[in-house]
């Protein structure tokens, strides 16, 4: 599965000029790291959301994380926009295990 | 010190539409302001506003809000992704026995009495409770204002401590809720900036007050003290020199400017919102350390704060800054001079544009 996953923003105003980006084929994590992250995608119930549910907007929320997300293949892949305070509870795991993971990404030598 | 204040009525949405037209300039501000916290209420719960009819029949009186008393209420959220997970620590309780809880507990109060010296009353200038969320999330590296509450996340202790555990950064989030009860910047270009600038402004005045610091003691610096061991010495934003708080493989390098000529054009963080506040604090900075001191800067600022509007830029604060500089030399609140300060340091920073 093809996930292409951005994130800045935050107190710190993190990666605000440039999001801190993460791309990667599920097919080619460690076992591990690529069963825990489609676990995560399936309890998130992401895939059947409706944009609706998945669009961050203007609000009163400051400071939150702003996150970008597309998740499967050409023309079936979906996009989303989430914060942190709009997105829906049983998203918020997977974002931040993408986050860790696009952290992760970057620090590595 | 006593803060019960009831706040239970209800104005309809309509109503409120038309006091802001209409009115004396006070009445029409406290209109405004009334009618942006509904709308922002209910674009944060995704509900319509009511229909008049449905007003009609009382049960918008029945289910008003329960009377506040800027009382502090700080859950523990247990590391969930949620908050108000569970009431840890209400007002006069005794310690939790958690460090974040009751670290925050203490905290609310240090924010709760500057803004009361200040002459407000809460976040809202009506007695708000101060809800507090501490535990949110696993290994969360932030802290946010929701609209409503705040909210800390735990860090993952390498490369952030806990949110908790700074002062400033709880400052940084209750003026973000003043903000939205004043002037109610829009999170966008000059104005988000401003809005970012000013809880960055109360911040700093707020660690400052706390530790009895003058300007030559302050570091001037935002986040350094919830810097892990990965990015320890690092900041997150210099007020002082902007666009020198960090320089490290991960977080790349602080793109503050500290002048206009250096402003960030481009579309990301709502167009620069945590970006271009760099050009405004300094020139607070500049400001308090030109005679003025940082408490009484922030004076004019908070008096400034109450005079601006939702789509305010650099230069209309500029111009209302300047004038709230003005009205307190006249109130002897601060020294005759104060206004040339100000206007100085915001030519330093080549502010008006």
Known sequence: MHIEFEFSGGYGGL????????????????????????????????????PAQATGGPG????????????????????????????????RPLLSRLRELAVEQRMRP | MTFHKCNCHYIPPHVLGNMAKKGDPAVRQAARTSAQQAKLSREKRGVQAPKVPEMLTGIAMATAPAPVTAAREVYDCQNKWELRVKLARGEGDPEFGDDDVDTVYGYAETVRGYFAELGRNSIDNAGMNLRLNVHVGENYMNAFWDGDEMAFGDGDGQIFTSFAQSLDVMAHEMAHGVTQFTANLDYYSQSGALNEHFSDVFGTAITQYKLNQTVDDADWLIGNEIMGPTLYGEALRSMKAPGTAYDNPLLGKDPQPAHMKDYYNGPNDNRGVHINSGIMNRAFYLAATDQIGTQKAAKIWYHALQNLWPTADFDDAVEIIVESARTLVGDGVVPEGTTQTVRLAFKEVGLPS
């Open chain 1, 15 to 50: 990666f605000a000029a440039k999001p801190l980006g993460y791309r990667v084929e599920t097919d080619e994590l460690p076992d591990e790291v690529r069963d825990k992250l489609l676990a995560l995608i399936r309890d998130s119930g992401v895939l059947e959301l409706k």
């Open chain 1, 60 to 91: 009163p929320q400051r400071d939150v994380f702003t996150y970008s997300l597309t998740i499967g293949e050409g023309a079936a892949a979906k996009s989303f926009a989430f914060d942190d305070a709009s997105a829906p509870p049983a998203v």
